[in-house]
């Protein structure tokens, strides 16, 4: 009778164990939603190459989580938040996608995240930087993971103000990314000691920068910070060489990519200064990962490319450790875990979805000074995170409590 019963349990716990492994992963697969700018200007910072490091993770995680495959399904949001909104909508309701991420472009990662959070769904920003993202506009599933744009501004600006560039003019795009990156530029140079003397901003995209930059000229401020992004970057840096106003005043980019870089050459783009939050050849975790993307891409990684490897890799570390890809028990691992990869050493995720890792103070080589291919980075200082990004106690994000 005993054997009797403990076989009936036995094939009890047999018939059961499928169905309680089934649900641990909803509908038997995890699934990842990759929206990008495919054809854009910013297409070299992020793109197909955002694409290629989230099937790098993939590979690396082993291809499976909880035994179950993993998907990725990818789209061009033309950088626009209505087309990125409606997408994200019906990724959730009818393909069941697990996390949405990448999300280039401030205006696309803010609408994709409020309704990430509506339908309580998983978004990891790793290609936008407006600190709203993670600030007055957080959201309990949302994680912002490469840079935002206080660092970019608190990191280089604080330097330059040192180095004597006490006056400042701002050409910013006029949409939401542009104007943080100008607030927060802003703020950083009065705090250090520094004056603005004025700024212009343009509808982006942009191409004939002729008339913002008279005006940068016409200021005579040591400095004319850029605060925009990708392909308007490079016009803008071609065009103010152009001008000659790289002769009597420092031109600074407030973010910059060594894609960026590439695209214009040494000759050009040489002795700018900008914050990186990643390069190549940091260590020996980067520049495995680099050769391994450079292989299939021709291309060395950008900042937001590898830390799209490293958000996506870390969602599906959390999701092992979950045992569930449920997603409040994925957030809650996400928070709690240590980020240690390619990309970031001991980085933390703090109450706000902001992931805190080193930035890094870089300037561009001179032609004469690089020795191998994509050898354009001089590190000049390397400021840890909780130096590089604002403080919690600061943080305008609901989430935190005060």
């Known amino acids: ?5 403990c076989s009936a349990i036995s094939i009890l716990i047999a018939s059961v164990a499928p169905a309680h492994a089934q649900e641990k992963v909803s509908d038997g697969i995890v699934k990842i939603g990759v929206i990008t700018d495919l054809s854009g200007l910013y ?53 069941k996608v ?38 007055e ?12 744009t206080f660092a970019l501004a608190n990191v280089a600006s604080k330097e330059m103000v040192a180095r004597g560039g006490s006056s400042w003019f701002y050409i910013a795009a006029d949409y939401a990314f542009g104007h943080a990156l100008e607030n927060d530029g802003t703020r950083v140079v009065k705090d250090a000691g520094g004056t603005v003397l004025g700024s212009a901003r343009y509808p982006m995209p942009g191409s004939d920068f002729s008339s913002y930059l008279l005006r940068a000229q016409a200021s005579g401020a040591k400095v004319v910070a850029l605060a925009n992004a990708g392909m308007d970057t490079q016009n803008a840096i071609k ?12 031109v600074v980019a407030m973010l910059m990519s060594i894609a960026d870089v590439h695209s214009l050459g040494l000759e050009q783009a ?30 060395m990684p950008t900042a937001l490319q590898a830390g799209q490897y490293s958000a996506v ?31 970031a050493k001991n980085g933390k995720v703090r109450a706000d ?50």
């Not at 009778?1 to 019963?5: D, E, H, T, V, Y």
């Not at 309990?140 to 935002?148: I, K």
């Not at 570390?317 to 390619?342: C, E, F, H, L, Y």
């Open 313 to 343: 890799l870390s969602y599906l570390k959390a999701v092992q450790a979950a045992g569930t890809d449920d997603t409040n028990a994925v957030v809650s691992k996400i928070r709690s875990m240590p980020i240690n990869d390619a990309f």
């Open 353 to 402: 979805g902001k992931m805190i890792h080193d930035n890094y103070l870089v300037q561009v080589k001179a032609p004469k000074e690089s020795k191998t291919p994509w050898d354009y980075y001089r590190i000049v200082k390397t400021v840890p995170g909780e130096q590089a990004y604002s403080s919690l106690a600061d943080s305008k994000c609901p989430l935190v409590k005060k």
């Open 239 to 250: 065009q103010a060489k152009e001008f000659g106003l790289t002769q009597k005043q420092q």
């Open 43 to 95: 297409s070299d910072n992020v793109g197909p190459g955002s694409v290629l490091a989230t099937r790098l993770a993939v590979e690396d995680f082993g291809g499976k989580v909880l035994g179950k495959p993993i998907e990725i399904v990818t789209i061009d949001h033309h950088n626009k938040a209505d087309i990125a909104s409606a997408k994200v909508r019906e990724w959730i309701d009818r393909d």
């Open 270 to 299: 040489q002795g700018m200064y900008f914050t990186e939050t990643f390069y190549w050849d940091l260590n020996d975790d980067s520049r495995k990962f680099a050769r391994r993307f450079f292989e299939k891409h021709k291309r």
């Open 1 to 5: 009778m005993k054997k009797l019963i």
């Open 137 to 148: 506009d957080c959201t309990p599933t949302n994680f912002h993971w490469v840079y935002d």
């Open 98 to 135: 697990d996390v949405i991420t990448e999300l280039g472009s401030s205006a696309v990662a803010l609408a994709a995240m409020k309704i990430g959070a509506e339908k309580n769904r998983i978004t990891m920003v790793t290609g936008a930087g407006a600190t709203r993202i993670s600030g």
